[in-house]
């Protein structure tokens, strides 16, 4: 089994930053690609960024390129979501989510609320 934890979610103006952690037990977490997702009030849940497993590659929706930012550090067994400049159209839960399958990412944590205020 798996579990993964987030943290860093709260209250920030439009403008404001965040950054989010997300910290995972899972055993083969070095070689497991990773991505964030968040889901909105009414809404379905989203992708907003993935890395693989050795952190070279990243991919962003386009709602966030340029102002979010996925990082990982293996030793720590942690991914991280840096995300700048936000807007209210940002506020979401936001889930980690580890080891991607062909029916979607096997494991998710529990989310951590975000809420941008104008």
């Known amino acids: 089994q798996a579990q993964l934890v987030e943290s860093g979610g709260g209250l920030v103006q439009a403008g404001g930053s965040l950054r989010l952690s997300c910290v995972v037990s899972?055993?083969?977490?070095?070689?497991?690609?990773m991505g964030w997702f968040r889901q909105a009030p009414g809404k379905e849940r989203e992708f907003v960024a993935s890395i693989r497993w050795s952190g070279g590659s990243t991919t962003y929706a386009d709602s966030v390129k340029g102002r979010f930012t996925i990082s990982r550090d293996n030793a720590k067994r942690t991914i991280y979501l840096q995300m700048n400049s936000l807007k209210p159209e940002d506020t979401a839960v936001y889930y980690c989510?580890?080891?991607?399958?062909?029916?979607?990412?096997?494991?998710w944590g529990q989310g951590t609320q975000v809420t941008v205020s104008s």
């Open positions: 989510a580890a080891r991607p399958t062909a029916y979607g990412y096997r494991y």
């Open positions: 899972v055993r083969t977490f070095s070689s497991d690609d």
